[in-house]
């Protein structure tokens, strides 16, 4: 699929809750081209001497329309300079990029695992699956869980975990998927948020011999396959054991078993 560059205007940009922000912009041929789990690379406008583009994942899109929306957490510079752009302010996109979430496979219940704004990533997964995924969202508080309205408006079950026991379950998401997993005999598991959150999901399902989709946390430069910012280690039938590829072409979504982690 070919990236497209396009200058994309700001139709809202507004908060959500807490640090947590949505920006809807309009993008009608990279939202025609998104796949489940893509990304684009963003240049925030007035910020070029500070960065190039930062990767966003694509929460949502409307091809009828043309809107393309990321939600973002404000957690340095460049996010907070992003939550103070206007509507109208022109942004430059390059995307969809990367490889997204495979459509769940005939026959399998989708289970989507999501820490935090993680579950933005998994949204178009869960609104393009046949059969609507059971969504396990976690996060420290109740203040971090995102999404849980627009996940059940898809006809979703949703559950929800937080480490204090603010909202939902007392403790990690992961709890809710070992329960979960206990009771679906066909599971297709896609998860996106914190990389040991990952981790402790691919390992539950290789406990199970269970295998997923799992979309890497990764910090990312070019996010295009040029400058290699963000390897990270798979599993490779070669002498090593392993081999290099790069989180911006090759993912950010992989095969849980293939990741190797350390
Ligand atoms: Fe440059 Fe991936 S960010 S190769």
Redesign the pocket.
């Known amino acids: 699929m070919a990236r497209i560059q396009e200058d994309a205007p700001i139709q809202r940009n507004h908060r959500l809750q807490g640090d947590y922000f949505q920006v809807d912009l309009h993008a009608p041929g990279i939202a025609a081209a998104t796949q489940p789990g893509q990304f684009v690379h963003v240049q925030l406008p007035g910020f070029e001497h500070r960065v190039l583009r930062r990767p966003f994942s694509i929460y949502d899109v409307d091809a009828k329309t043309g809107r393309l929306s990321v939600i973002y957490k404000t957690v340095g510079e460049g996010t907070a300079h992003l939550a103070s752009l206007p509507t109208g302010t022109v942004m430059n996109l390059l995307g969809p990029l990367g490889v997204g979430f495979s459509a769940p496979p005939a026959g399998t219940q989708p289970i989507v695992v999501a820490g935090g704004y993680g579950c933005a990533a998994t949204y178009l997964f869960a609104k393009r699956s046949p059969v609507p995924p059971l969504v396990l969202i976690g996060g420290r508080s109740a203040g971090d869980i995102l999404l849980q309205r627009e996940f059940a408006a898809l006809g979703c079950e949703v559950r929800i975990s937080t480490n204090d026991g603010s909202q939902g379950h007392a403790g990690f998401v992961t709890a809710l998927l070992e329960q979960a997993l206990d009771r679906v005999s066909s599971p297709f598991v896609v998860s996106c948020g914190p990389n040991p959150m990952l981790y402790a999901v691919a390992r539950i399902l290789a406990e199970r011999g269970l295998d997923g989709e799992v979309s890497l946390d990764h910090a ?4 295009v ?6 390897v990270v280690k798979l599993k490779a039938a070669n002498p090593d054991g392993w081999e290099y590829v ?4 090759n993912g950010p979504v992989f095969k849980a078993s293939t990741v190797h982690w350390e």
């Open positions: 990312m430069c070019c996010g396959g040029a400058c290699f910012a963000c790069r989180t911006c072409l």
